[in-house]
T-cell receptor, first 115, second 113 residues
Framework: AQSVTQLDSQVPVLEEAPVELRCNYSSSVSVYLFWYVQYPNQGLQLLLKYLSGSTLVESINGFEAEFNKSQTSFHLRKPSVHISDTAEYFC?????????????FGPGTRLSVLP | DAGVTQSPTHLIKTRGQHVTLRCSPI?????VSWYQQVLGQGPQFIFQYYEKEERGRGNFPDRFSARQFPNYSSELNVNALLLGDSALYLCASSSGLAHTEAFFGQGTRLTVV
């Protein structure tokens, strides 16, 4: 079974500053990794995912995450945040069969971007 | 195209009552999964249905049940509601069993009083 740790429950950051949201996972098998974003009173939106290939994956709105197998991490980074990035961010892991029952979410990190 | 739609958006129920939540997947998607998100936590898997058959069940009591209809829409039923069932219930839709391309609805906020 997989598990996900997001050590930072809350991350306040000033607008235009860089940010890193940490995600570590545990698994005995090969995994797929995901970052989802949840804006207030909304469902989850897929931000980016790692399935295979390049360990650095990017989203269309400037976020990137790097899969580090040796450190079992998939940290999310953005070089310059905007007020609109304020949201809850969830890291998720699944085994490569990737069925719903194998999809495990972390507890989430609340990113607050301050003016 | 419509995304994943869930109804109702909000619901208040009393302990011991029964509740039915509904989900319509994206057109052409045959898989629906249900997740429970308690305040301050990540979503937890409840059920996955694919082609009208249950294909996965999370660690939830038998008070939770679900089904999928011929048009691939789905219902989640919860009997004998407890205060601890208060949560955001999310539905995810995908074309196949895999969640690599899953899309989530806005959720149903259930409050049990």
């Amino acid at each position: 079974a997989q598990s996900v740790t997001q050590l930072d429950s809350q991350v306040p950051v000033l607008e235009e500053a860089p940010v890193e949201l940490r995600c570590n996972y545990s698994s005995s098998v090969s995994v797929y990794l995901f970052w989802y974003v949840q804006y207030p009173n909304q469902g989850l939106q897929l931000l980016l995912k790692y399935l295979s290939g390049s360990t650095l994956v990017e989203s269309i709105n400037g976020f990137e995450a790097e899969f580090n197998k040796s450190q079992t991490s998939f940290h999310l980074r953005k070089p310059s945040v905007h007020i609109s990035d304020t949201a809850e961010y969830f890291c998720a892991v699944s085994d490569t069969e990737n069925y719903g029952q194998n999809f495990v979410f972390g507890p989430g990190t609340r990113l607050s971007v301050l003016p | 195209d419509a995304g994943v739609t869930q109804s109702p958006t909000h619901l208040i129920k009393t302990r011991g009552q029964h509740v039915t939540l509904r989900c319509s997947p994206i057109s052409g998607h045959k898989s629906v999964s249900w997740y429970q998100q308690v305040l301050g936590q990540g979503p937890q898997f409840i059920f996955q249905y694919y082609e009208k058959e249950e294909r996965g069940r999370g660690n939830f009591p038998d008070r939770f049940s679900a089904r999928q209809f011929p048009n691939y829409s789905s219902e989640l039923n919860v009997n004998a509601l407890l205060l601890g069932d208060s949560a955001l219930y999310l539905c995810a839709s995908s074309s196949g069993l895999a969640h690599t391309e899953a899309f989530f609805g806005q959720g149903t906020r259930l409050t049990v009083v």
